[in-house]
């Protein structure tokens, strides 16, 4: 992957934005009950959630990228790899950070990890594909057009 990218819109004018290797973005929560295991239904310890975890790291990675995009474009997670290896009390904050370690084309590849106030406790990739949001809704609603013609 080179170490940034310029996108083009759909009329193939330059949008003159760049994500770079090494941007950084960062998202912090207060771990309160509703963001527990037992309230988000992943489990019936009262810690952080797994899927808490991950929405934090995908925040932070927006963080890192959306304000570099064009009008009318934004980034769409496609794939995570993590694992949460701490347990977080319900009172403690958490901070996530995301770096931008590849570019390509549409596609950004992140390092991502989460740390409560004493540990690690989560850490992985991530990818995002930026899309022109128009196109995109375009080709959601056509599938959901798709699907009432049945």
Known sequence: MADRKTWHSSKGTPA????????TGTAELVVEAAHTAPRIG???????????????MEAAALAAVEHRLPAGHQS?????DVSHVAATPVGMRVRAVAKV????????AFKVEARDEADLIGEGRHRRVVVEVARFDKR????????TKE
Not at 140 to 147: E, I
């Open 16 to 23: 003159m934005v760049e994500i770079e290797v090494g941007m």
């Open 42 to 56: 992943s489990g019936r310890v009262h810690v952080l959630a797994t899927p808490v975890m991950i929405n934090l």
């Open 76 to 80: 769409l997670g496609t794939h995570l």
């Open 101 to 108: 370690t590849e570019v390509a084309g549409n596609k950004v």
């Open 140 to 147: 959601v609603q056509a599938k959901l057009a798709d699907r």
